[in-house]
């Protein structure tokens, strides 16, 4: 099965910039839909974003038009741009297979902490 690692986060001022890199041990050709989720403290994990292997994207109300999400088959790698950082964006992120909801085994995520 493959594995994926996430990374990119760190602590951003509100209106900064991260982006978020998930790297696969193996091929993520074959893997139709890959998304972003998060999770802040004493809530549950949420989706963010996801792409299907078309390019069809997802979204989450709250991130649309300041998060983009994209993969790389040939880099073994999906990437979260994430802009306009809001506070409320506070999370640990983790990156998994699937398009609504996570289908393979979750990773360690990274932390993204933004300040007010």
């Known amino acids: 099965q493959v594995q994926l690692v996430e990374s990119g986060g760190g602590l951003v001022q509100a209106g900064g910039s991260l982006r978020l890199s998930c790297v696969a041990s193996g091929s993520i050709s074959s893997i139709i839909a890959m998304g972003w989720h998060r999770q802040a403290p004493g809530k549950q994990r949420e989706l963010v974003a996801s792409i299907r292997s078309s390019g069809w994207t997802n979204y989450a109300d709250s991130v649309q038009g300041r998060f983009t999400i994209s993969r790389d088959n040939a880099k073994r790698t999906l990437y979260l741009q994430m802009n306009s950082l809001k506070p409320e964006d506070t999370a640990v992120y983790y990156c998994?297979?699937?398009?609504?909801?996570?289908?393979?085994?979750w990773g360690q995520g990274t932390q993204v902490t933004v300040s007010s």
């Open positions: 998994n297979s699937g398009w609504s909801y996570g289908t393979g085994p």
